[in-house]
Nanobody, 121 residues
Framework: QVQLVESGGGLVQAGGSLRLSCAAS????????MGWFRQAPGKEREFVAS????????AYADSVKGRFTISRDNAWEVVYLQMNSLKPEDTAVYYC??????????????WGQGTQVTVSS
């Protein structure tokens, strides 16, 4: 089992920045990749970014490319999502997940509880 805990959400004005953290514990050696997803009210959960442990390759949704950056710390047990130039449409609950690194929710086995990000206009 892998446990994931997100933090760092909050309220920010449009154009501002936030950094989300996802701390992993448990059988972390079994993880292949980490991903961030988000779910806005009334919408389906969508892929935001992913990071593969081997090779460090990253992937981003088109809507966040150039504004968001996913990274990990040296201990490999915390993954960050740096969010810059935030827009009101970025408002959502953000979830981290451990899985394949793909864009599909079904490819992720473990999920955090989510952290709210609200961007005011």
């Amino acid at each position: 089992q892998v446990q994931l805990v997100e933090s760092g959400g909050g309220l920010v004005q449009a154009g501002g920045s936030l950094r989300l953290s996802c701390a992993a514990s448990g059988r972390t050696f079994s993880m292949y990749a980490m991903g961030w997803f988000r779910q806005a009210p009334g919408k389906e959960r969508e892929f935001v970014a992913s990071f593969r442990w081997r090779g460090g390759s990253t992937a981003y949704a088109d809507s966040v490319k150039g504004r968001f950056t996913i990274s990990r710390d040296n201990a490999w047990e915390v993954v960050y999502l740096q969010m810059n130039s935030l827009k009101p449409e970025d408002t959502a609950v953000y979830y981290c997940a451990a899985g394949s690194g793909s864009h599909y929710m079904d490819d992720y086995d473990y999920w955090g509880q989510g952290t709210q990000v609200t961007v005011s206009s």
